[in-house]
């Protein structure tokens, strides 16, 4: 405080000092750093040569390549999981495809539609496939033989119609066509042989219903154009005499 001209004392107010020395400069250089970043307010980059430390759970930092899964890391944790659950849809949807297999022979396409509704992706059902085929669970050549084998030996079907079974069955036209010229004779030896054998059980009837119902039977097996001239020679070969129906008389089929 100061004496006033009046004898008094002066109300000027004194300077202010900062609490901990330094001059006013020192002061406002210590404010300004006070609003900077600290080195500690961020990650602290890592000493040359020092090992690389990873965090832990809970924010505590981990051991030298301490690797830990955090809470909040979820994108490796969550890919590992969907590999294993994948991997469990395949062995099972594999090991059902097997089973069908053992009861059933399937070509490349039915077990990929096997495979399809259970769920399984293109890439999953690509792997499952190329799998069976290396271990000659799928042959779609030696389904193709099987399958021209049975429609000619048991069923009597001619090219037509086991072109027509074998693409219902998935198998590539190629595949078909390799099977098919496997055959030791023709449509027509074929339609004929077949003729020959179903006309045996028409004796009984007359003449245009036994023609009609075996060329019948030759056309929904395949044999088409073969069917009729086949017809026609396996009743004249057997022998028996023309009976016509009376005129007049309705037959019902």
Known sequence: MTTSRHGGESERLAPVIPLFGGDAADARVSSA????????????D??????????GPSGHEGGVGDLSWHPTWTEEPVDAAWEDDIATVVDDAEAALIKRLRTRSLSE??????????????????????RMRSLGYL????????????????KGQGRAMLVQTLSARGIPREVIDEALDALPDDDADRALEFARQKARTMRDLDRDTALRRLSGQLARRGYGASALTAARQALEELGRPVRRAPAGTVRFE
């Open 139 to 154: 042959d779609d050549s030696a389904l193709a033989e099987q399958l021209v084998h049975s429609g000619v030996e048991r």
């Open 33 to 44: 750093s006070a609003n900077q970043p600290q080195d500690e307010a961020g990650p602290r």
């Open 109 to 130: 396409r039915e077990a990929s539609q096997f495979l399809r509704e259970r769920e399984l992706g293109d890439a999953a059902i690509d792997h499952v496939i190329d």
């Open 46 to 55: 890592p000493q040359p040569g020092s090992p690389t430390v990873f965090p």
